[in-house]
């Protein structure tokens, strides 16, 4: 990569603080979430709107490492957080230059590093190499920005996760579901508190 990549991609780490960049709000989580639901149910391929080939590839690797799949739900990507990342992005401009930004920086520490590209590491690679950006009280300081990112990155995954059926499915939410009757506090959360119906006057 050129002298000018490498100075666009610090540039581009430094234009906003990280950790605040990739907040959602619940009502942009709701629209993301909505149009993911969309987009996954259509017969057609999905095509990022901001995302490069090179950059989707990278962000559907990197947000199946933090949610895998697993016994008891599927993965990020299965439950279309890549998806909800590119219209996050789309509607929210301003966070457009740290995502750039954080996945150049990616890329350019793996190539410094291993000699490949973040997707082109073997996965002991890129295991640890992203040990090396989880933990931000073990970093050094070189590694300042790659965990501000991460950890932005992290969050991101983990909004649009949740905000997915399949991670509504994954906590087992029970709420939003009509009842023909309702039975009652279970007997344990009666039992915790230590009250019981027959106390009511």
């Not at 439950?79 to 995502?99: K, Y």
């Not at 291993?114 to 970093?139: H, M, N, T």
């Amino acid at each position: 990569m050129s002298d000018m990549n490498r100075r666009e991609a610090v540039q581009a780490m430094s234009v906003a603080a990280l950790v605040a960049a990739f907040q959602v709000t619940p009502a942009e989580a709701d629209r993301a979430a909505r149009a993911v639901e969309r987009a996954l149910s259509s017969s057609q391929e999905f095509e990022p709107q901001f995302f490069t080939a090179e950059e989707w590839e990278t962000v559907r690797m990197l947000a199946d490492i933090i949610i895998p799949a697993d016994e008891r739900s599927g993965s990020a990507t299965d439950a279309g957080v890549p998806e909800f990342m590119d219209f996050t992005l789309v509607d929210r401009p301003s966070r457009q230059a740290p995502m750039r930004g954080g996945l150049m920086w990616l890329d350019l520490a793996c190539n410094d590093r291993y000699g490949s590209r973040f997707v082109e590491c073997r996965d002991d690679q890129r295991k640890e190499f992203l040990d090396d950006i989880a933990w931000p009280d073990r970093a050094t300081e070189r590694m300042v920005q790659g965990v501000a990112f991460f950890n932005s990155f992290r969050d991101l995954t983990a909004s649009g996760f949740f905000s997915s059926r399949t991670g509504v499915q994954d906590v087992r939410y029970m709420g939003n579901v009509a009842r023909r009757e309702w039975p009652g506090c279970p007997p344990e959360v009666l039992q915790h508190l230590g009250v019981s119906y027959e106390d009511e006057p």
